[in-house]
């Protein structure tokens, strides 16, 4: 059993306008006790001139994107791929993300090593290997080179209806939360273009069946109005990126009750660093295409009233960029909303009530940071500034 108290602090509960004063008490890692005056524990907090929000939740990771050259991450050894993850989720869990969705990878090896506490990590919920057509965004083979796609930790390329039902169930089987497929074409893969909807209905159909059987649901890669409306009419619940998002298909989101999860912060770090990450030429041109729309789509999802989440997609040394993903969002819907994109709704997204809100009963994972994040927004996304992170009610080491 475990005891702390957070004392004197101004809390965002995840979706309330105006923060409130007063302490919290955590017991066993839940939150016990919001208020003025609350039970004091041994471990004491002083959060006076400080906020505390809901452990920030990511729900578009991807632990094993060691490059944005997709052979390398699916041709690379599971173990290394393991290594490598287990780093980028610790220093994740150090910004401040305490709960991440991994929408292609993962695999019940990483999974028991996070929850047996053999590693630092966020909590870790993951799809598996997405779900990719040949010649789609998960297929990274060049048109000129005859290979073999072997490992494919990441992607899996699998095409027709009866070969698709027996991939969800095997991710379902393997502990998958959801499942990833992709429905457009992408900015790094190398002989798709972005707009085409990718899978025939029947194939998607099939994904989603297969997935709700399960009581589980589907997050598609989707970038144009196009494919946008060929997942929904579908079964897809999760829209991922969404960039070249219309009025008319966000209105259609909003029927369907879908999700937009944009990511807006790969395709800023892509165009800043490409040099550094070595961007294709390909893959330069398409995120010019996808760049500046972005923000849009996310202000024309707020307006038909789609809930919009938040997601990085960050690959490779990009991962460092994650906390600008808040600052860009934040641009394009003001900093209320996104604080509820990266808690709350994103919590209702992966159907965890017990996250993204302060709350009696509700999980103590918690950032504090120094002053009013909703008047001084910055402290969300400032690198070197004072973050401290709390995970079931145990603060996390900073320098681990």
Not at 67 to 76: I, Q
Not at 102 to 118: C, E, H, Q, S, Y
């Amino acid at each position: 059993m475990t005891a702390l108290t957070i004392t004197d602090a101004l809390i965002f509960d995840g979706w309330s306008a105006e923060l409130r004063e007063g302490s919290l008490h955590v017991h066993d890692g839940v939150i016990t006790e919001i208020g003025d005056r609350v039970t004091r524990a041994e471990r004491v907090i002083e959060a006076r001139g400080r906020t505390v929000l809901p452990g920030l939740i990511d729900a578009h990771f991807h632990a094993y994107g060691i490059s944005l050259n997709s052979l390398e991450f699916d041709g690379a050894p599971l173990s290394y791929l393991a290594l490598a993850g287990a780093r980028r989720l610790g220093r994740a869990l150090r910004r401040g993300f305490t709960t991440v969705r991994d929408v292609a990878g993962g695999d019940p090896g990483l999974a028991k090593a996070i929850a047996t506490g053999l590693i630092a990590a966020p909590r870790y919920l993951y799809t598996g290997p997405a779900l990719s057509q040949t010649g789609g965004h998960g297929d990274g083979r060049p048109a000129d080179l005859e290979i073999c796609l072997c490992a494919q930790h990441m992607n899996e390329v699998v095409d027709g209806v009866d070969p698709l039902r027996v991939a969800v169930r095997e991710r379902f089987r393997r502990g998958a939360h959801a499942i990833k497929i992709m429905t457009s074409g992408g900015v790094v893969s190398p002989t798709d273009p972005i707009r085409q909807p990718q899978y025939s209905p029947e194939e998607i159909q099939a994904v989603t069946g297969e997935a709700a059987r399960r009581g589980g649901y589907v997050a598609a890669h989707s970038y144009s109005p196009e494919s946008i409306r060929h997942s929904l009419v579908n079964g897809v619940r999760s829209i991922e990126h969404g960039n070249l998002l219309d009025e008319p298909t966000a209105e259609l989101m909003a029927q369907y009750n879908a999700y937009l999860v944009p990511t807006l912060a790969t395709y800023d770090a892509m165009n800043r660093r490409a040099d550094e990450v070595g961007l294709s030429a390909v893959g330069r041109g398409k995120n010019q295409e996808v760049l500046h729309a972005g923000q849009h789509a996310v202000e024309l999802a707020h307006r038909a009233g789609v809930p919009v989440g938040f997601g990085t997609d960050l690959m490779g040394d990009l991962e460092d960029d994650q906390l600008s993903g808040l600052r860009l969002q934040t641009e394009a819907a003001g900093a209320l909303a996104c604080l509820r994109s990266a808690t709350s709704v994103n919590a209702s997204l992966i159907n965890r009530a017990d996250l993204g809100r302060i709350e009696i009963g509700a999980r103590a994972d918690l950032l504090i940071v120094p002053g009013n994040p909703l008047e001084t927004p910055e402290v969300l996304w400032d690198v070197d500034g004072p973050r401290q992170v709390v995970q079931s009610g145990v603060p996390v080491e900073q320098n681990a």
